[in-house]
């Protein structure tokens, strides 16, 4: 029960300096096009 309440106090830190901080960001991989062995993607940052 420790360990669940632990891991539950670091995510709502993980939040609170989000919050703080901005935002999170993260990097989005999408597939546009595929043409038998050849394929396009597209990574874009999204905040």
Same mark, same amino acid.
């Given at each position: 029960m420790n360990? #669940?309440?632990i +891991? @539950? #106090?670091? /995510?709502? /830190?993980? %939040?609170?300096v989000g919050l703080a901080? %901005? @935002?999170f960001s993260y990097t989005k991989k999408t597939d546009e096009?595929?043409?038998g062995? +050849?394929?396009l993607s597209i990574q874009e940052k999204q905040r």
């Open positions: 360990t #669940i309440r +891991i @539950s #106090i670091m /995510l709502m /830190l993980a %939040g609170a901080y %901005g @935002s096009v595929k043409l062995p +050849i394929e």
